[in-house]
């Protein structure tokens, strides 16, 4: 295979962004005539591999061995190592997560692989171009690797898991030798937030305020209507630095990156820092009395008017509907 995707298990099911990756592999691979091939590794390896057993790839490699039984950054970038030794793909990618983060420097640095993170696209020309986004997302950056091979992981959001194209890969389980004296770290249960196992990455529906909510009493405005629609609560960082609500909930380029089917943008102007960390929702429903507010630029819906008054009414609208 040219293209091998390493897929990421989270808490016993496919990560999201492991998918965003096949598709932006299979995008990559269809334009410059490659194959694509993914890599399932741990104890719920052959659940990975059976979800993505429908999609267009030439095969997924499947890893077996007690000493990547779970997560461990020693095991993990020694097994791909190996695989990658063994198998000699030209790009190796995966989403970019706080996993990917903790091991994947350790694979470059092994085989002496440049590594390109965090990527929101890819041009073609001779080369593959990556771009990624520098600086606090305010400027964008083309890269290539002069090199045969090379790693790169793919921003939240950089392609969409609806572009995943239909197939029938064969599965393949392949070894590894792991010794266990390599394995010098143990890695703790996966981070979690708080208690509440808020995951705005994996949400579907997110309500999301910005300065525009004006003070902390109004906040429960934004809950009562994420109850009522079945999301989750989060903002920009300006209600994070006011102390209103907590870092987790902060999305853009210092918080999370999203890719809700929904995405309620409350009392947001719309700033780059934000944007980037949103701008693959599947739809955008924004309010706020500036009707000049750039958050409009990329809204597919767009109300003016004070937030304040509207969404008391839309949250119980909804709840009438409900009952």
Avoid: C
Avoid at 5 to 18: F, I, K, P
Avoid at 87 to 92: A, H, L, Q, Y
Avoid at 189 to 200: N, S
Avoid at 308 to 321: G, H, N, S, V, W
Wanted: net charge negative.
């Amino acid at each position: 295979m040219d293209i091998l995707v390493v897929l990421e298990d989270n808490r016993g099911v496919l990560h999201r962004m492991s998918r965003e990756a096949i598709a932006g592999a299979q995008k990559l691979a269809s334009n410059m005539n490659l194959s694509v091939g993914a890599l399932a590794i741990g104890e719920n390896a052959d659940t990975l591999a059976n979800e993505v057993a429908n999609t267009n790839m030439q095969e997924v490699l499947v890893v077996k061995n007690e000493l990547v039984a779970s997560y461990n950054a020693d095991g993990y970038a020694e097994t791909i190592n190996q695989v990658i030794e063994q198998e000699s793909p030209k790009i190796i990618t995966v989403g970019h997560t706080y996993q990917t983060r903790d091991y994947f420097p350790r694979v470059s640095a092994k085989l002496d692989i440049p590594f390109i993170p965090d990527i929101i696209g890819v041009r073609l020309g001779d080369d593959p171009v990556f771009n990624k986004q520098v600086f606090n997302a305010k400027l964008a950056a083309d890269l290539t690797a002069e090199a045969d091979q090379v790693l790169i992981s793919f921003q939240s959001a950089a392609y969409s898991e609806d572009e995943i194209e239909s197939g029938k890969p064969l599965i393949r389980e392949i070894s590894v030798n792991l010794d266990p004296s390599l394995i010098r770290s143990e890695s703790e249960k996966p981070f979690q937030e708080e208690a509440g196992e808020i995951d705005l990455e994996s949400a579907e529906v997110i309500v999301s305020v910005g300065r525009g909510i004006e003070k902390e009493e109004n906040i429960p405005i934004a809950f009562d209507l994420a109850k009522v629609i079945g999301g989750e609560i989060a903002s920009s960082r300006p209600v994070v630095d006011s102390g209103w609500l907590p870092l987790f909930r902060q999305i853009g380029s210092s918080g999370q990156n999203v890719s809700p089917k929904l995405y309620f943008a409350l009392g947001i102007s719309g700033a780059i820092q934000h944007v980037v960390g949103m701008k693959g929702s599947k739809n955008i429903i924004a309010v706020n009395k500036d009707s000049d507010a750039p958050i409009f630029e990329i809204a597919d819906y767009a109300v003016v008017g004070d937030l304040l008054e509207i969404i008391p009414k839309l949250t119980d609208a909804l709840q009438a509907e409900k009952d």
